[in-house]
């Protein structure tokens, strides 16, 4: 498809399993985020992938949270020991570029996983 | 520290009625300015920016913003409100020439439009 694609769309697991989120970018797109939006709330800053850059994982919130991306196709995010206030649903969007001038490019997102843990 | 406000929870507006949602930002640099529309259970969508240039740009279904800059301000606008308008609605700011690449995003605003 044309857009950014998101799967699971939704995924409910027990609290302390691992789970794994995965994002296909749209071709040609080299910057790369993920956001968690929890219920009823903006958006929260995961991380950040460019090209073949160091990604920026400033906005991880524990080390349970990773994030892999090679070049500039697929993305997975790994939650790992999940606990209950994971909890949201997980956006991922990408862009022509991050960097420089190619930063007024607007990001385009994917349908999300919404992410329950019980 | 940079941030973007959007200080409506909530706007409800009568269809036919023009609507304003209004953005404020507080960042280092000059800013590129966005705004996005979520749907239920859908990613955002992207209305329109601004980078440079007219201080009101034009964007999708008929949406419009003015970016003041003494005021920093990017309030989002439309003639007449639809219902198929009824949305949340999310600003985002992105420092430029600061270093970062994130995109800083409002806490969003839920739009109602009545029939």
């Known amino acids: 498809g044309a857009g950014v694609s998101q799967s699971p769309s939704n995924k409910v697991t027990e609290k302390g399993k691992d789970v794994e989120l995965r994002c296909d970018p749209i071709s040609g797109h080299t910057a790369l985020y993920w956001y968690r939006q929890r219920l009823g709330q903006g958006l929260e800053f995961l991380i950040y992938f460019q090209g073949n850059s160091a990604p920026d994982k400033s906005g991880l919130p524990s080390d349970r949270f990773s994030a892999e991306r090679t070049g500039e196709s697929v993305s997975t995010l790994t939650i790992q020991r999940t606990q209950q206030e994971d909890s949201a649903v997980y956006l991922c969007?990408?862009?022509?570029?991050?960097?420089?001038?190619?930063?007024?490019?607007?990001?385009?997102f994917g349908d999300g996983t919404r992410l329950s843990i019980l | 520290a940079q941030s973007v406000a959007q200080p409506e929870d909530q706007v409800n507006v009568a269809e036919g009625n023009p609507l304003t949602v209004k953005c404020t930002y507080s960042?280092?640099?000059?800013?590129?300015l966005f705004w996005y529309v979520q749907y239920p259970n859908r990613g955002l969508q992207f209305l329109l920016k601004y980078i440079t240039g007219d201080n009101l740009v034009k964007g999708s279904y008929g949406f419009e913003a003015e970016f003041n800059k003494s005021q920093t301000s990017f309030h989002l606008k439309k003639p007449s409100a639809l219902v198929s308008d009824s949305a949340l609605y999310f600003c985002?700011?992105?420092?430029w020439g600061s270093g970062t690449y994130k995109y800083i995003f409002g806490t969003g605003t839920r739009l109602k439009v009545l029939a």
């Open positions: 969007a990408s862009s022509l570029s991050g960097t420089g001038l190619g930063g007024n490019q607007p990001q385009h």
């Open positions: 960042v280092s640099g000059n800013p590129y």
């Open positions: 985002a700011v992105r420092p």
